[in-house]
């Protein structure tokens, strides 16, 4: 076993470098209904009463409160793309640990590495980590975030069905919250992959959008 700093990691048999399944990635959400979406935020700013008739000592004009609700609106559907990709990502991303696990069983010199009786061991979110180490490109997605939207949600839920809270503030704390739960769900102490060990493809799926 490896320390470095306070992180453990995996001895891994042999000396040679093992290829992972590839990790395919759709990351372009499909926007073919903007129009729609936009609809939709209008509705929830309407609802949830977010433009105040006034600013200050001042009552807002027409043009001025349809302005603002026109930049809430875009602020609501930039949020909910925004979330949208993560989940795509996460999605992807727990596909991919399942496929690295199956890989992992069929391998004698790696089966063991993923026994949770056997000290060190690696555990589902050592792949998470092992992205983070091979410093992939991911456009600006927080992995950990993107995994934890995906283990609590199956199917993203659509942006009528998300609150103004949600999308503005309750995201993240939803995400990290999901992401540590499973996290801690394999025990103690959880050593991570070593990067140079393992590769992999990252291949984006998306099709062009008509």
Known sequence: MDIIGDRRFVEVPGGKTHELPPLLVGVV???????????????????????????????LDEESLERRKMDLALNLVDRYLGLLNHWQWGDAVVEWIRQCEITFGARLELRHLLRSDLWPHAGRSSFVRLLEDKSIQTAGVQLEKAVGLRLAFRQMPPIRCCSDQFLFYLNNSVAETAYRTWQNTTPSPVASLPPERFQFDVVNTSLEIH
């Open 29 to 59: 959400p499909d926007v073919k209904r903007l129009d729609k979406m936009m609809c939709i935020a209008n509705e929830i700013i309407e609802q949830e009463d977010m433009v105040p008739v006034s600013s200050g000592d001042c009552i």
